[in-house]
């Protein structure tokens, strides 16, 4: 399968596809965390099916921090490259991108899209007008978006927000603790054409109070994780035992 995880820099995801075989890439306007078919710019160059012709990737066989088809083993390579045969080729901005011509478009996407300006949790500061109401419609636009992008299945993956009273409410809503992390955080799935996922691991949670709370949260409830400058990206990454039940589940 040809996989695309969008507004994704940490590889969990997609690390998770790449490991069952199928062709997977990432995209953020970021950097990829860790080595592997990635795109750093904007997912709408993307949507479409197209790869860039290179990427930073593992393989280096001239060691320049690239990747390409014309270096090594195509057998041994999914990466697209400029010496291919089979494969269109399309120049944006000076990048060359290439998909293929038998399977031009991606089989299946995850996309998680910012949800700085989404969440119901922040929403107060544009209530209390702290915030620029705009943000919320563009990043609302941006959900539209991905989830008319011209792909046959997909998940948009969010935690609550304004997606579900501005454009539809979730097929699914999911917690780490169901796939065997000892994590609370409550998580929506927006599906086209995709099943529901089914837990893999339970994980119980203590009781304090009569009330259930997991590793990640103190005794009255909230996140344990401290400010700092990188809670954002912290908060955002994907559990690996979701990101490996998508890929076992959905890539079939």
């Excluded at 995880?5 to 953020?28: I, N, P, Q």
């Excluded at 409550?186 to 009569?210: F, H, Q």
């Amino acid at each position: 399968m040809r996989v695309l995880v969008a507004c994704e820099y940490s590889g969990t995801v997609r690390d998770a596809f790449l490991k069952l075989g199928h062709d997977a890439m990432s995209c953020d306007l970021l950097p990829t965390d860790v080595p592997g078919p990635h795109y750093q710019g904007n997912v709408a160059d993307v949507l479409d099916g197209w790869m860039p012709v290179m990427w930073t990737a593992e393989c280096d066989p001239d060691g320049d921090g690239w990747c390409q088809v014309r270096d090594i083993d195509p057998a041994e390579c999914n990466c697209i490259g400029p010496t291919q045969d089979g494969i269109e080729y399309m120049e944006r901005d000076g990048v060359l991108f290439g998909r293929p011509i038998e399977s031009p478009h991606w089989d299946l996407m995850i996309a998680h899209p910012p949800c700085t300006y989404l969440s119901v949790s922040g929403m107060h500061w544009t209530a209390r007008g702290l915030r620029d109401p705009q943000l919320t419609e563009d990043a609302l636009a941006f959900v539209r978006l991905l989830m008319n992008a011209p792909i046959d299945r997909i998940c948009i993956e969010n935690p609550v927000s304004v997606i579900s009273s501005r454009i539809r409410k979730p097929e699914q809503t999911i917690q780490p603790w169901q796939f065997g992390h000892d994590a609370s955080k409550r998580t929506c799935l927006w599906l086209k054409n995709l099943p529901t996922l089914a837990p893999t691991s339970i994980i119980e949670p203590r009781i304090v109070d009569g009330r259930k709370r997991w590793g990640n949260q103190t005794d009255s409830g909230q996140n344990r994780l401290g400010p700092s400058d990188d809670r954002w990206k912290i908060r955002s990454e994907t559990y690996a035992g979701i990101a490996n039940a998508m890929a076992e589940q959905w890539g079939l």
